[in-house]
């Protein structure tokens, strides 16, 4: 039996256990004035999470190319927040991390934006505002950049060189 499949099994026992714990729970547990951990599974969806576990296995034997199970988890738990509404986005912790830094402003602002030059294996400067700070200290738009804190660029992907740039 494949790893998936075993995971896949064991989350529905689990889930279904889940699902049947309230007929295990004492009655002084069910009878308290706040919602208790056994009434707060009752509404679990067992039929739902049984189709999810189908499908997650038939995407794990049939995608194109193959996709960890952490990979596949985070995309379902992002499209399960993302179809809420427009404005629900889940955010992993690194991506929390980097929108506190934006909104507490740690970063660095940058004022411009690079393209790379393939035929130059460069970076260069553009859509930089004459009256930008960076334009203020000497920085001009098509200027190259070679090296960001003594880290050699060339090599590096956009993203790399954002995270640079921005802190």
Known sequence: MTAHKIYALALTTLLLWVGHSQTWAAPDELELDGPTQAQDYVD???????????IYGIVKDNYVTEKSDDALFQQAIRGLVSGLDRYSRYLTAEEYKQLL???????????????YEMAQQQWVIQNLNTDADSAKQGLRNGDSLFKIDDQELRKLTAEQVNNLLTG
């Not at 679990?44 to 189908?54: D, L, R, W």
């Not at 830094?101 to 690079?114: H, I, M, R």
């Open 44 to 54: 679990v969806p067992v039929e739902a999470i049984q189709e999810f576990v189908q």
């Open 101 to 115: 830094q934006y909104t507490e402003g740690d970063l660095a602002s940058v004022d411009f934006n690079l393209r």
